[in-house]
């Protein structure tokens, strides 16, 4: 069994979502860089279950002689999704000691960077499988996001067929705000000046206005799914730091920070959770990591429904 720790005193479960900035760079003298080792180091020092990857840029190069040097050090088997139009693909890395990989699909169409999706299974638990997924939504496009996110309830809607959902990413935009710890941007202020990001980031609302995307934490979270940030803050377990921002730091031209980098899991993996925490990863990355801890039994518990699933989260709180 994995992750019995005296802080837990139960064995657990890790999800970890990152996005290593362009992979931490290209490699030198035919090695990854330092910073990519250094984000490695930190990230398995929280020893992580499930590991959803973003930015793998020069993972795919060298026959995947990056992506098998992350499963060395990590002690984890890995996967990236299909190549899209951007070069930042997406990976997937599980713990064998505590996953069953059964299959791995590729969806290279519609995303701007496809997801890395498998179908697992917890060990003591062979069924139902689980939906795992991997993704980062466009970066450049509200529409383009929007039908991205319609195609991770594709996904996620197996859910309705007996399966389990663990999925997350690199959002690209942000959480609706009911209940976040960090205040909407105001497009109107004179410090927002990078327009791009502005166009990126929004859509047009009454009288020419600019409104913040919310769709995807909307879609959603309104199909049933939960954030465990969210869900960690706000319920029993009362973590408020869960919803700490993790992109944006030092970009007052872009609205500064920002929770966009989220996980969601279906209605009976949440009561599974007991902490969810952002990974400071100052000076290795520009998107902190986001963890969250499952209680293996509890979780086990869940996938063979003995827990009641919870109710979808109310946006109009």
């Not at 991770?152 to 690209?172: E, H, S």
């Not at 872009?254 to 966009?260: F, L, P, S, T």
């Amino acid at each position: 069994m994995n992750g019995t720790t005296d802080k837990y005193r139960e064995p657990v479960v890790t999800a970890i979502t990152g996005n290593l900035e362009h992979d931490g760079g290209a490699e030198e003298l035919g090695k990854p860089p330092a910073r990519w080792c250094d984000w490695h180091e930190l990230i398995a020092e929280h020893r992580p279950d499930v590991l959803l990857r973003q930015e793998m840029t020069y993972s795919r190069a060298e026959g995947h002689r990056r992506l098998h040097a992350a499963e060395r050090r990590l002690g984890m088997r890995g996967f990236l999704g299909a190549q899209g139009s951007g070069r930042n693909g997406t990976g997937l890395f599980v713990r064998p000691e505590v996953f069953d990989v059964h299959q791995q699909f590729e969806h290279p169409r519609l995303w701007r960077t496809p997801p890395t999706n498998i179908i697992a299974s917890l060990h003591e638990v062979p069924v139902p499988r689980i939906v795992m997924a991997s993704w980062h939504l466009a970066f450049n496009s509200p529409h383009d996001r929007e039908r991205e996110a319609d195609e991770i309830l594709a996904l996620a809607d197996k859910v309705n067929g007996g399966a389990a959902f663990i999925g997350g990413g690199d959002c690209n935009e942000y959480p609706h705000p009911a209940g976040e710890r960090v205040l909407p941007i105001d497009w109107t202020s004179k410090t927002i000046t990078d327009r791009f990001h502005m166009m990126h980031r929004t859509n047009q609302g009454l009288g020419g206005s600019r409104v913040s995307c919310t769709y995807a934490d909307e879609a959603l979270l309104g199909a049933g799914l939960h954030d465990p940030a969210r869900y960690a803050a706000h319920g029993p377990l009362a973590q408020k730091d869960a919803l700490l921002p993790t992109a944006g730091h030092g970009k007052p031209t872009q609205g500064g920070d920002r929770r966009i980098d989220r996980i969601y899991v279906d209605p009976w993996l949440i009561n599974a959770v007991i902490s969810v925490y952002v990974i400071d990863t100052t000076g290795l990355s520009d998107h902190h990591a986001v963890a969250v801890v499952f209680s293996r039994a509890a979780m086990a518990a869940s996938l063979r429904r003995k827990m009641t699933a919870l109710e979808p989260y109310d946006l109009s709180a």
